[in-house]
Nanobody, 121 residues
Framework: QVQLVESGGGLVQDGGSLRLSCVAS????????MAWYRQAPGTQRELVAR???????DYAGSVQGRFTISRDNAKNTVYLLMDSLKPEDTAVYYC???????????????WGQGTQVTVSS
């Protein structure tokens, strides 16, 4: 099993910045893609940004140019730097990791518990 612990959420004003962190822990596993999703009340969970094991990134159109995803493989950590935040970015943000045990070929998706981001206007 892989456990994910997120941090960095909070309340920020329109135009402000926040950085989310997510640390993955467990024994003898390999991490492939790492990503951030978000879910606002009454909406479906949506992909915000993803970074592959090779460092390639992709973003939702609504955050392109404002958010930056990065990862530190040595620390099994993924970050999401959010700049120029808008009220519509308000949501619970979830860390997601695609990983497998070292002796297995089967990948599983793991989710963090979520961290609230609130942007006030």
């Amino acid at each position: 099993q892989v456990q994910l612990v997120e941090s960095g959420g909070g309340l920020v004003q329109d135009g402000g910045s926040l950085r989310l962190s997510c640390v993955a822990s467990g024994s003898a596993f390999y991490i492939d893609d790492m990503a951030w999703y978000r879910q606002a009340p009454g909406t479906q969970r949506e992909l915000v940004a993803r970074v592959t094991s090779g460092g390639s990134t992709d973003y939702a159109g609504s955050v392109q140019g404002r958010f930056t995803i990065s990862r530190d493989n040595a620390k099994n950590t993924v970050y999401l730097l959010m700049d120029s935040l808008k009220p519509e970015d308000t949501a619970v943000y979830y860390c997601n990791v695609r990983a497998r045990r070292l002796l297995s070929r089967l990948y599983n998706n793991y989710w963090g518990q979520g961290t609230q981001v609130t942007v006030s206007s």
